[in-house]
């Protein structure tokens, strides 16, 4: 079993080279786009895969809202724009004001979807928070169109395209450079928090061992919560970013995206975090040379062949072990 | 000091404490022997708060902490170190130090401590960039009680700290169990079924059987009492 494991992984990546070597060959300009591409995608669902795999590696629960509140960071920039614009406010002023209100939602509907819908069921069976979680997430999706509309809303970029930028635009604009940057900043930033702060180590140590935590004097509920919240900031960002590139946002947005990163932090190995991170990349990237150079409009059969392929040879994921290493 | 008045603790319908009183005075080491599946670790996990009692009482210095957060009291000055050690298994050995004063924002005494431990147990010092999980059982041991030490706490529950390690670890560990106590004044409160070991350390102990608690005297004469021998020393 293993060797044919290997074997068969060996052949997939003999032909996927050999047909990656021709195409860069024959139009490598075409190659760099497709790359570049892949890269900006891959950087929206590392922003969004994070959320899902820090909440997965502090509590064990798939928190299908989490998309839901991509959406809601979205919008609310949506609204903070328009009514900034209107008000003729500096572009710059709007664009950080339009984030950090964006951010600020997000984190509030996440902190509170985690005290209504799984606080309350921490040690019930896993089934009934995953309902909650489905619930959450239909129920987010429905207040948005309610309050907001069903229609797609045009969504003005906040990012400027720079001047000189202008010359390097036709490979890359300057929005999805500003994604790309954005995307390694705050990872970087990340990384520190969990790495050096002290809620970074609670918050590992609240993923290794819950009753430790607390006899050691973390109260592990304000860390699950910080986990939901840090997780919103950054799919918040997300958010704003992808509707900077898309040009246009709805209600519905969240629930494919947030597959697709799902998808990615399934990848990379649920609950770790570079993980996380490599799994939107490599989903992100490939994903854009299959479009590119196969079938564009099975963009999404893709995802999901990749997630049953993954399911059923390696379900822990690139970077997970038999017991994943948590946050 | 510590008090707990006919304390209930239940697992759903398992009644795993049937309404025990124990007292332990400040600066004393008390041993509760008994049994596997008497109900020792539930009294530790009831004290901290992890699995609080249904009726009865537990007060430290007069205050009812019964249904405090086990957070809460941690920060009153209880600190356990529990069955099986749990250390954090992918912190280094520094983070999981640097978790046991996760409350304290005193960077000096903080720092002092953490030589203290270091002091006590050299080899942690030089494994300290190590994650947790790679240690052997006599140095997570070690580590354990090193990062309980790490709170200052005025009362330290240890759980079977004997369990599974070598007898020359043993003695040592004992060793600085009452070496700390004697230095700090820390009181000590040691759940054993290494009988002997935990009445020779102990001034004094509690005898445990089926949730209940049966005998309590000094540690010496629990020693000498034949019941005890039968029933925990094996003689
Ligand atoms: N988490 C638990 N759920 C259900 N029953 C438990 C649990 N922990 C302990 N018990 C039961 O409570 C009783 C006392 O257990 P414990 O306090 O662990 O004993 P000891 O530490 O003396 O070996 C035992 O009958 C045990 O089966
Ligand atoms: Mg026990």
């Not at chain 1, 860069?24 to 497709?34: G, H, I, R, S, T």
């Not at chain 1, 209504?116 to 987010?140: Q, V």
Request: include cysteine.
């Amino acid at each position: 079993m293993r060797w044919i494991n290997i074997l068969l992984g060996l052949a997939v990546a003999g032909i996927l080279g050999f047909y990656g070597i021709r195409e860069l060959l024959a139009d490598p300009v075409y190659f760099l786009e497709l790359f570049l591409g892949g890269l900006v995608r891959g950087s929206i669902y590392a922003l969004i895969a994070l959320g899902y795999t820090m909440v997965y590696g502090i509590i064990q629960l798939i928190n299908f809202a989490h998309g839901e509140i991509y959406m809601i960071g979205a919008m609310t920039a949506l609204i903070v724009a328009s009514v900034l614009g209107l008000w003729g406010w500096h572009s710059a002023v709007i664009a950080i004001l339009a984030v950090v209100f964006a951010v600020v939602y997000s984190c509030a509907y996440g902190f509170t979807v985690e005290k209504i819908a799984y606080k309350p069921l921490r040690t019930a069976p896993r089934l009934s928070a995953l309902i909650s979680a489905i619930g959450m997430s239909l129920f987010l999706q429905n207040y948005v169109m309610l309050a907001q509309t069903p229609e797609f809303q045009p969504f003005e970029s906040l990012i400027p395209d720079f001047a000189f930028w202008e010359p390097y635009a036709h490979i890359i604009t300057s929005v999805e450079l500003a994604i790309i940057i954005t995307t390694v900043v705050v990872m970087i930033l990340l990384g520190m928090l969990i790495k050096f702060t002290k809620i970074g180590k609670a918050m590992r140590a609240t993923a290794q061992d819950k009753i430790m935590s607390s006899l050691v004097g973390i109260n592990v509920n304000n860390v699950i919560s910080t986990t939901f919240v840090v997780g919103s900031a950054t799919a918040a960002i997300g958010g704003v970013l992808i509707a900077c590139h898309v040009g246009q946002i709805n209600f519905f947005i969240g629930f494919l995206a947030g597959l697709k990163a799902f998808i990615a932090a399934v990848l990379g190995g649920i609950g770790s975090v570079p993980g996380a991170v490599l799994g939107s990349l490599v989903l992100g990237i490939s994903e854009s040379f299959f479009t590119g150079y196969f079938w564009s409009e099975y963009e999404d059969v893709f995802a999901f062949t990749i997630l049953v392929i993954i399911l059923i040879f390696r379900p822990s994921g690139i970077l997970g072990k038999h017991e994943t290493q948590k946050v | 000091m510590l008090k707990l008045t006919d304390v209930h603790t239940y697992y759903g319908n398992i009644h795993a404490l049937k309404g025990i009183n124990i007292e332990v005075s400040e600066g004393e080491i008390i041993s509760l022997i008994g049994a596997n599946g008497a109900g020792k670790s539930t009294t530790l996990m009831t004290t901290s708060g992890v699995v609080p009692a249904k009726r009865g009482t537990v007060e430290l210095n007069g205050e009812d902490i019964t249904q405090m957060a086990p957070d809460d009291i941690v920060k009153r000055g209880i600190c356990q170190v529990p069955e099986g050690r749990r250390i954090f298994p992918y912190l280094t050995v520094a983070e999981n130090l640097d978790m046991g004063a996760f409350l304290r924002d005193d960077k000096e005494g903080i720092k002092e401590d953490l030589d203290y431990v270091y002091g006590l147990f050299p080899i942690l010092a030089n494994r300290r960039n190590q994650s947790g999980g790679t240690l052997s059982g006599g140095e997570q041991q070690m580590l354990a009680i090193s990062r309980a030490l790490m709170s200052r706490p005025k009362v330290l529950l240890l759980d079977e700290p004997s369990l599974g390690l070598a007898p020359i670890i043993i003695r040592q560990i004992f060793d600085i169990i009452q070496k700390i106590n004697q230095e700090h004044k820390t009181t000590i409160f040691i759940v054993e079924q290494n009988a002997n070991l935990a009445l020779k350390a102990a001034h004094r102990g509690y005898v445990m059987e089926n949730g209940a608690i049966t005998m309590t005297d000094t540690g010496e004469n629990l020693l000498e009492n034949e019941d005890v021998k039968k029933a925990y020393l094996g003689m």
